[in-house]
């Protein structure tokens, strides 16, 4: 089954600063979704990436990615407290038609 | 609105009792997922389903039983043999052909009292 990696599992960053997460991916990449989740919450689409080279943005967060890698990463541009959450990253497993996820990126902004 | 809808929100079971949880969604979407969350960890697949009468065992299946009667409805049932059931639960559904956005439900948190 398709493994997908986050790093890092966690980040403390103050407000206005840029930050990257990253996901990897054990198998090719078809596609890749990432979401955003407060705690206890369900999750809020932020976007999907096609093919590779593909790059995306919506409002201050851009995503791309990198498919020879088996890559995608999420940058924030200007953190804000409302950046704050649990970022996650899904993807398509071919092989048994069922879509996985990473552990999760938690995201504290410090104001 | 179309969407997709998970209750209850809050669910309370004793040890022994199995709990049915619902997940419905008006999406004509072919395929749906039950996932679990642990606190501070990511989704782990359970079941999935791509089409009605059918489904597959995920990744932590064991403890577990679902049913796809209806394309609509996929309801998760956590058995007295999961031996730790308390987690959040997603529900989430997604177009046949994986180009569009999967969407989930607001979560139900099962708690083992």
């Known amino acids: 089954s398709q493994e997908l990696e986050q790093s890092p599992q966690s980040l403390i960053v103050q407000e206005g600063k840029n930050l990257t997460i990253n996901c990897t991916s054990s198998?090719?990449?078809?596609?890749l979704y990432w979401y955003k989740q407060k705690y206890g919450e369900g999750l809020i689409f932020l976007m999907m990436?096609?093919?590779?080279?593909e790059e995306k943005s919506h409002e201050k967060i851009t995503a791309k990615l990198d498919e020879k890698k088996q890559q995608s990463s999420l940058h924030i541009t200007a953190s804000q407290p409302s950046h704050a959450g649990i970022y996650l990253c899904?993807?398509?497993?071919?092989?048994?038609?069922?879509?996985?996820f990473g552990s999760g990126t938690r995201l504290q902004v410090q104001p | 609105d179309g969407g997709i809808t998970q209750s209850p929100k809050y669910l309370f079971r004793k040890e022994g009792q199995n709990v049915t949880l619902s997940c419905e969604q008006n999406?004509?979407?072919?395929?749906m997922y039950w996932y679990r969350q642990d606190p501070g960890q990511g989704l782990r697949l359970i079941y999935y389903?791509?089409?009605?009468?059918?489904?597959q065992k995920g990744d932590i299946a064991e403890g577990y039983s679902v049913s796809r009667e209806k394309k609509e409805s996929f309801p998760l049932t956590v058995t007295s043999a999961q031996k730790n059931p308390t987690a959040f639960y997603l529900c989430?559904?997604?177009?046949?052909?994986?180009?569009?956005?999967?969407?989930f439900g607001q979560g139900t948190r099962l708690t083992v009292v």
């Open positions: 990436l096609q093919k590779g080279g």
């Open positions: 198998k090719t990449l078809y596609g």
């Open positions: 389903s791509q089409i009605v009468n059918d489904f």
């Open positions: 999406l004509n979407h072919d395929a």
């Open positions: 989430a559904s997604l177009k046949g052909d994986r180009r569009s956005e999967a969407f």
């Open positions: 899904g993807a398509a497993d071919t092989g048994r038609r069922a879509l996985t």
